[in-house]
C-alpha cells in the first residue's frame, strides 16, 4: 500500500453565492462538502488509478467524524487517522457565480499536544514499514514541531521506504534537509525555499538542499524535474482552463504511482502532467476526469536528458 | 414550560479575519460555534432569567448532532427537536477585525419532507399543551408550506396557549391571519407586510391584518408597541454600541418571559428593551449582558396611553 500522511486534515466546503459582497448577507445556493487536506486529496486520486492507500494524520471532534465516514466510502482507501482532542479544520471555498473566482477562508487546525504528537509518531512508524511509498502533504496544524516532517522522512528512509515531500515555508526547508526522495514545490514554494524565481536555477539548488529528485510544478507550463537520473520537462498538449484545485495533489499522485510501479521518470512525469490538467478540467473541484486524463496521456511532451552514468 | 420552535436551526459559526479581501485566500485566526436559529437563541435567553424551555423544530446530519449536544449542556433547555434526513445548516459570519463588519453566508438548510412536516405536526401538538407560551421564530427550511406557522398558530389558539410569531415575508404575512396573540416584526418586516415605512401606522395596520398585538423592533430607538390594552414606545436610555446579532431574540425573550408571568405590557417591554440593548453590548454574539441588563432596566423609558376600556 502506499501511505499518504495528512496531519491538518479538513472538511472542505464549497458555497456558490450569486455575487460575494463584502459586509453583507448572503444565500449560499449549492453546499458541497468533501475530506480535505492534501494527503487526502492525494489518496484518493491514488485509490481512483486502483492503488490501495492507507491515510493517517490527526481527526477530531464532529469535523473530523464526518471526513472518517467520507473516507470510509472511497474503495481501496483504509482510514488511519490518529485521533485528536481538539476539531478537524474546516475550509470554505466560497465560489461567485457571475466572476467565477473564489474567496477561500481557511480555519487553522486543532492544537495538537505533544503526547498526540507522540501518539502520531507511533502509529506512523508502525505503517510505514508495510508501505511501498510514503507522501507528507501540507502544513502542520498548531502545536505540531515545525520540524516534524524532517523527523518523518528519516522514519521512513530507515525503513527503506521511498518518501515524497509537499509542503511549504519553514517545514519544508527542514524537511528538504532529511535528504527525502522526492519534493514537489509549486513555483511560489521553490523560490521561498532556494531564493532564486529562475525555476531550472532553483530545482538544482532544491536538490542541492537535500532533495533526491525536485519536481516542481508550474501550473499551465507542467513540470519541471531534476532527479539523479536526469533533467525534464513535462508539458501538457494544451493549455487547460477550469479550477486549478487539486492539481497539485493528483501531480503527486502521479508521481507516486509512477514510483511504485517502477516506471521510468518520463513516464511518471507525462502521468503526474495529464492528471493534473484532468483535474483542473473535472467538473468537481479536486476530482479527475478519466476520460481526459487518457487522452491527454499520451500528448502530454516529456523533453530532456538523461545523466551521464 | 416555554416552547420554542425553530424549524430551521443552524449551526452559526464565527469567523474572524485580519481584512476580508473576496477572491484572495484567508486564514481564520478565530472560530466559534454555536446553536443557532431564533427559536434556539431566545430559548438560551429564556433558559439564562430562569425559565424552563423546551426546542423543537428540526435536527439532521452531523451538524445537527453538534447543535443538539450543544443544547444539552444548556441548565433548563429540553431538546425535543424532530428529526430529518437532510442536514442541519451552516451559518458562517465573516467578521473584518480591521473594519469591525460582518459578511454572513446562510446555507439554505436541509429539504423538508411531506412525511418529516407530518412528524413535526404531531410532535408540536403533543407539546402545545403542556406550554405556558409558544414562539414561532424564524424563516422556514425548503420543503416546509409557506403556510406552516398560520397552522402552528392555529394550533396553539386551539389548545388556549399564547403564541408569538416573529417570521417575515410571506409567512408572516401568513401567519399573522391566523390571528398570532403577539408578532415581533423589525422595521423593515413591518414595512413588508403592511406597505408603510411609518411605524406608528403600520403597527396599527399589522394589528387590523390579524394580530393581537405588534411589538416593532426599531434597532437603536428600541420598541413600538401596539396591543388592546393600549400603546406604548420604550426607549433604551442611552444609544448602545456593539454587535445587534440576537438583539431580537431577545426582545422576544423579553416579551415571552413578562406575558408568562403575566407582567403589565410596559413592563413587559421595558424587560424586552433592556435585554437587547444588554445583548448588543455583550462580548460575545448573541448573549445578554447580565449586569448590564440588570443596570439599564430601571433606566428603560416606556411612553404611552392605556386604551379606553
Not at 492534501?38 to 490527526?58: C, M, Q, S
Not at 488511519?80 to 466572476?99: F, H, I, M, Y
Not at 487547460?240 to 507516486?256: K, R, S, Y
Amino acid at each position: 500500500m502506499i501511505l499518504t500522511v495528512t496531519l491538518n486534515t479538513a472538511l472542505d466546503l464549497t458555497y456558490r453565492v450569486p455575487s460575494l459582497r463584502p459586509h453583507s448577507s448572503h444565500r449560499v445556493t449549492e453546499v458541497t462538502e468533501r475530506p480535505g487536506g492534501k494527503g487526502l486529496n492525494v489518496a484518493r486520486v491514488l485509490a481512483a488509478l486502483g492503488h490501495e492507500v492507507t491515510v493517517t494524520g490527526f481527526t477530531g471532534g464532529a469535523t473530523g467524524r464526518v471526513v472518517q465516514d467520507r473516507l470510509t466510502a472511497v474503495p481501496g482507501l483504509v482510514d488511519a487517522l490518529v485521533p485528536v482532542t481538539g476539531p478537524t479544520r474546516r475550509t470554505v471555498a466560497v465560489v461567485d457565480e457571475r466572476s467565477g473566482d473564489t474567496t477561500q477562508l481557511n480555519e487553522p487546525g486543532p492544537t495538537v499536544t505533544s503526547a498526540e504528537w507522540s501518539a502520531f509518531q507511533e502509529a506512523y512508524e508502525d505503517l510505514v514499514p508495510a508501505a511501498s511509498a510514503v507522501a507528507l502533504c501540507g502544513s502542520l496544524p498548531p502545536g505540531v514541531p515545525v520540524g516534524a516532517y524532517a523527523g518523518l522522512v528519516r522514519t521512513a528512509k530507515a525503513a527503506g521506504v521511498p518518501v515524497l515531500l509537499d509542503t511549504s515555508g519553514e517545514p519544508l526547508r527542514r524537511g528538504v534537509a532529511a535528504r527525502p526522495d522526492v519534493v514537489k514545490p509549486n513555483a511560489d514554494e521553490l523560490a521561498e525555499l532556494t531564493g532564486s524565481h529562475e525555476p531550472l536555477r532553483a530545482t538544482q539548488d532544491a536538490r542541492r538542499r537535500g532533495a533526491l529528485a525536485v519536481v516542481a510544478s508550474l501550473g499551465t507550463e507542467g513540470l519541471l524535474a531534476a532527479t539523479p537520473e536526469g533533467r525534464w520537462r513535462a508539458t501538457p498538449p494544451t493549455r487547460v482552463h477550469g479550477n486549478p484545485t487539486g492539481a497539485g495533489d493528483a501531480v503527486v499522485a502521479g508521481l507516486l504511482s509512477g514510483l511504485v510501479e517502477r516506471l521510468p521518470w518520463p513516464d511518471r512525469l507525462a502521468r503526474a502532467t495529464a492528471l493534473a490538467a484532468a483535474t483542473v478540467l473535472a467538473p468537481v473541484a479536486g476530482e479527475f476526469d478519466r476520460t481526459a486524463y487518457e487522452e491527454l496521456l499520451d500528448r502530454v511532451t516529456v523533453t530532456g536528458e538523461v545523466s551521464a552514468a
